[in-house]
C-alpha cells in the first residue's frame, strides 16, 4: 500500500485516540509535555513543517525556524545528496532522534499530510512553481524572493493563494523589522506631509539572459537531479557554474537585474509605504542619470538608484513628502528631516536584516489563517513594479502598464516579455 494513502496523521491520530478514550473511558497517564506544562507546546499546537532547497540561505531561514517552540521540522527536499544529509543532520541534532526525512522529489514531501507548511528556498527559477504546487497539496509558506520569474507568474501566484487560502509569507523580511516599518509608516500616514517620492536601491541596472555554459559531465540523479534543478527553465545542459551560485533566468525569465535581486527588497518597502501593496507604477522610464524612474497612478515617484544613499547599510530606502523625509538602512537606525517626526516613541534598533520576527508573523498568520505582512498580494504586485523596471532597461524605451489588465499599453515586445515558456511537466 502506498505511503501516501496509508500514512496515519498526527491530528488523526489525537481524534481517534479522543474518541476510543471516551467510548473506553480507561484511565490514562499524560506527560505534563502533552499538555503544555514547562514552556513544552503540545503536539496539537505545533507547526509541522518541511523544507525545499535548502542551501546556503535556506539554512539560514530554518535557524530562525528551529528554535520556535511551536515548529517541528520533519522533511528536507533538495535535488542535492549533500544537501539532504546536511540539513537532516541539523534537525536530528536539534531533536536528538533520526527521524527527518529526506526527499529528491518535493512531491514527495508536499504529499505528506502530517505536514502544515513548507520553508522554500530553492533557487529563484523554482520559488513560484514549488509554491503554487505547495498551495494546491494544502500548504501554507514561507518563500524566499524573487518569488516570481515574471509578471504573469506573479499573477498567477496571487491567484493561486486566493483560491486555496493559503498563507504566503514572501521573504522580504524587512517588513518585520521596527525601523523599516516605523519609516512606512511616517509615509502611509501623511505624517512627512503629501508623498511625492519614494527611493529604492536596485543594487544594480543592468539586466541579462541566462547564457549557456559548457557542456559538463553530468553526475548520478541521485547525486545531483540536473534535469529537476533545471525544472521549468528552458534546458541546458550539466555546467558546475550553473550549480552552484546561478540561478536560470534570475531576475525575471528573459530579461534579469539587480532590480528584482536585491532591489526587490526595497522596491517592497516603497510599494507597502506608497500604500500601494495592490497596485503597481503605471510609468516606467529606462534608466537615465543612474537612476530608473516609475511613477504611480497618484503621481507618487518611486525612484531607483543606487548612489547618492545617507551611510546607513545595504538596503536602503527614503521616502519623501511635502513636509519632511526618512531613510533608513540595514544598520537599523533611521535618519530624519526632523527629531519630532519621532513623536516622542523610541524606534529599535536591530541591524543586520535579521529574519526571526519575518518568522514569527508567519508562524502566527499559519495559526489564525490571517494574511502576514508580506503577503501573496504585496509580493505580487511589488514583484510587478520590478519586472516592468526591468522590461523598460531591457528595452531601453518608456512604458506605460494598465495595471487592471496588467498589461503594457501599446507594446507587443514589452507585453510578450510578461510572460515565458515554461518547461513540462512544470507549466502551472
Not at 533520526?98 to 523554482?126: E, H, M, S
Not at 528595452?395 to 487592471?404: E, I, N, P, Q, V
Request: proline share 6%; hydrophobic share 40%.
Amino acid at each position: 500500500m502506498s505511503n501516501r494513502t496509508s500514512a496515519l496523521t498526527r491530528r488523526r491520530f489525537l481524534k481517534t485516540a479522543a474518541g476510543a478514550s471516551a467510548v473506553l473511558a480507561i484511565p490514562q497517564f499524560i506527560p505534563g509535555a502533552a499538555l503544555g506544562k514547562d514552556k513544552v507546546v503540545p503536539p496539537s499546537e505545533r507547526i509541522v513543517l518541511g523544507g525545499i532547497g535548502i542551501g546556503n540561505r535556506g539554512t539560514y531561514d530554518l535557524s530562525c525556524f528551529l528554535p520556535q517552540p511551536d515548529v517541528q521540522f520533519v522533511a528536507v527536499c533538495d535535488v542535492k545528496a549533500a544537501r539532504r544529509a546536511a540539513v537532516k543532520k541539523i534537525a536530528d541534532q536539534k531533536y536528538g532522534n533520526q527521524d527527518c526525512k529526506t526527499y529528491r522529489d518535493f512531491r514527495d514531501l508536499l504529499a505528506r499530510d502530517d505536514i502544515d507548511a513548507v520553508l522554500i528556498a530553492t533557487g529563484p527559477n523554482w520559488h513560484a512553481t514549488a509554491a503554487m504546487y505547495a498551495a494546491r497539496a494544502g500548504k501554507d509558506m514561507y518563500c524566499e524572493k524573487p518569488c516570481t520569474k515574471n509578471i504573469a507568474q506573479s499573477l498567477a501566484l496571487a491567484a493561486t493563494m486566493r483560491r486555496t487560502g493559503r498563507v504566503f509569507q514572501a521573504g522580504t523580511q524587512r517588513r518585520n523589522l521596527p525601523h523599516f516599518a516605523f519609516a512606512c509608516e511616517l509615509a502611509r500616514t501623511g505624517r512627512l506631509g503629501k508623498l511625492k517620492r519614494v527611493h529604492a536601491h536596485p543594487c544594480g541596472m543592468k539586466t541579462f539572459s541566462s547564457g549557456w555554459a559548457t557542456p559538463e559531465p553530468e553526475p548520478p540523479k541521485e547525486v545531483v537531479d540536473w534535469d529537476t534543478y533545471l525544472g521549468p527553465a528552458a534546458w541546458r545542459p550539466f555546467n558546475k557554474k550553473h550549480l552552484d551560485g546561478f540561478n536560470f533566468e534570475k531576475g525575471g525569465g528573459l530579461v534579469g537585474g539587480g532590480v528584482l535581486e536585491w532591489g526587490s527588497h526595497c522596491v517592497d518597502l516603497c510599494q507597502w509605504a506608497a500604500d500601494a501593496d495592490s497596485t503597481a507604477p503605471i510609468e516606467y522610464n529606462p534608466p537615465e542619470n543612474g537612476r530608473i524612474v516609475a511613477r504611480y497612478e497618484d503621481g507618487v515617484e518611486l525612484v531607483l538608484r543606487d548612489d547618492g544613499w545617507l551611510p546607513l547599510g545595504s538596503c536602503p530606502v527614503r521616502f519623501e513628502g511635502e513636509e519632511g523625509w526618512v531613510e533608513a538602512g540595514d544598520c537599523g537606525k533611521l535618519a530624519l528631516s526632523s527629531p519630532t517626526l519621532l513623536a516622542g516613541q523610541k524606534v529599535a534598533e536591530i541591524g543586520g536584516y535579521p529574519a526571526t520576527f519575518h518568522v514569527r508573523d508567519f508562524l502566527d498568520c499559519v495559526k489564525t489563517r490571517s494574511q502576514p505582512l508580506a503577503n501573496a498580494e504585496a509580493a505580487c504586485h511589488s514583484h510587478i513594479a520590478c519586472h516592468a523596471a526591468n522590461i523598460a532597461t531591457f528595452l531601453g524605451r518608456k512604458l506605460a502598464y494598465d495595471h487592471k489588465k496588467n498589461e503594457f499599453i501599446g507594446d507587443a515586445e514589452a507585453n510578450r516579455l510578461r510572460s515565458e515558456a515554461l518547461r513540462e511537466p512544470w507549466r502551472i
